[in-house]
């Protein structure tokens, strides 16, 4: 899920000679049929006869030597799209000023298909998340837009600091909100992408809101896959979440002024139960001895329970009760810094699920209150699995008889706990994390 927000003067704030950009997130979109598996033609001809009579016959099928081309099942696509629309709800003139401009979009296709391989490790990530640069760059921005950001807190209860780190993640403080025409791109995605279901609805929601006057079809630009604005909304989170906190009538988290992208942020962290005044999650320490099977995100326990089998701040000290249950957290295994994570951590997840996402975000949001660097040492001599490996890995505990549930290359909770529960059988650290080591053991 991303948001959209807006920024502006804050440009002459930020160090030009540091610069840094929003680190890559983006999750691979799930597989779908090849379009290209289907020939041309036999794919012109079945979208020409799903169109009304009415549509097919103002929509000329291509001859025989402009078959086989993207452009020309695109345009078919698009008008059988334009019925369903319009069934939706969507005026022709809203449809028509919309696609005046569109073209396929050649640029969000390659990245779409090239996600597959791409793999970072985390520690990478959060070097960049909360880089000198950027930590110097949210302050200025912080500082120019004070009063608005103070304002916004006190209407939704979302530390500042809070909703700076969601901006600055997402478009480094507005300075790369992306320049890809996003009817054009979703139109793309939505006929020749890997999710065509989920990125026509976030179509369908685009024209929405251009049908609303929020915006205009030229003016609303975003990342290729559609994130638009300080903040990234995706059209759907936009219709439900955005708000107009300028009081001018419009949810403009296009403009200059970020005013009403940082509320919407802070109004969508609101609505998902953000709690004021409670960290998102702290650093601690673990014993010797602990348990790994405990660090699981289903397991949650106050403080002071995990208090009593060594598990404390990297003070020395029970973490306070204060700060509701918790659960423990190690994003890089056994090896790495250990973390103590609360309901918070739950609702940054809301808007991007991906742990390192949450981590980049509340450690930033700490870093920008003044709070320290991470402590622990992460395990840098390793690298994380690529694409083709982490499917392997999943063949491979599932062949051992450790299930992963589906082969897809994804490391989520079902993966983790075969990970785990092949750990403790071979006698490993069950620490649940998906290393090259373990790998090249399996293998």
Not at 90 to 115: E, G, L, P
Not at 240 to 259: E, H, K, L, M
Not at 324 to 341: E, H, Q
């Amino acid at each position: 899920m991303r948001i959209s927000l807006q920024a502006g003067t804050v440009l002459l704030l930020l160090s030009t000679s540091a610069m840094a950009s929003p680190p890559d997130r983006t999750p691979r979109p799930e597989e779908r049929p090849n379009a290209a598996s289907v020939s041309a033609r036999a794919a012109s001809v079945a979208v020409h006869e799903s169109l009304k009579p009415e549509t097919r016959a103002k929509t000329r099928l291509p001859e025989a030597r402009d078959q086989g081309t993207d452009n020309t099942r695109f345009t078919l696509w698009i008008a059988a799209f334009r019925d369903r629309a319009q069934a939706q709800g969507i005026s022709r003139a809203t449809f028509d000023r919309a696609f005046a401009s569109v073209h396929y979009d050649d640029d969000a296709i390659k990245r779409d298909r090239n996600q597959a391989e791409f793999s970072r490790p985390i520690w990478d990530y959060l070097d960049s998340a909360a880089s000198d640069a950027r930590i110097r760059n949210g302050r200025a921005a912080m500082a120019q837009h004070g009063a608005a950001l103070d304002a916004i807190e006190r209407r939704y209860g979302v530390e500042k600091e809070v909703v700076a780190a969601v901006w600055g993640l997402e478009s480094a403080y507005g300075t790369h909100r992306g320049s890809s025409h996003v009817i054009s791109s979703m139109a793309t995605l939505a006929f020749d992408g890997r999710r065509g279901p989920f990125f026509e609805d976030q179509l369908i929601a685009a024209l929405k809101i251009l049908q609303s006057g929020d915006t205009t079809a030229q003016a609303m630009t975003g990342s290729w896959a559609g994130a638009m604005g300080h903040t990234q909304f995706m059209p759907t989170s936009y219709l439900d979440y955005a708000v107009d906190f300028t009081g001018d009538g419009r949810r403009d988290i296009w403009s200059d002024d970020p005013t009403d992208a940082l509320a919407s942020t802070a109004a969508y962290l609101s609505r998902f139960g953000w709690e004021t005044g409670k960290p998102w999650g702290v650093e601690v320490r673990l014993p010797r001895n602990f348990d790994f099977t405990l660090a699981d995100r289903d397991i949650t326990r106050t403080p002071a329970t995990w208090a009593r089998i060594g598990v404390t701040g990297l003070d020395g000290r029970a973490v306070p009760d204060s700060h509701g249950r918790a659960s423990i957290l190690l994003p890089a295994g056994g090896n790495g810094p250990a973390f103590m994570v609360f309901k918070n951590f739950s609702v940054i997840s809301r808007y991007n699920a991906a742990d390192a996402y949450v981590l980049g975000v509340g450690h930033l949001s700490d870093r920008l209150a003044g709070g320290p660097a991470i402590q622990g040492a992460w395990p840098r001599g390793d690298r994380t699995l690529t694409f083709s490996e982490r499917k392997e890995m999943q063949e491979r505990l599932t062949a051992a008889g450790f299930s992963t549930r589906g082969i897809d290359g994804r490391v989520g909770p079902d993966t983790i706990r075969a990970v785990r529960a092949y750990q403790q059988a071979a006698g490993l650290v069950p620490d649940g994390y998906p290393s090259i080591s373990l790998l090249t053991r399996l293998r």
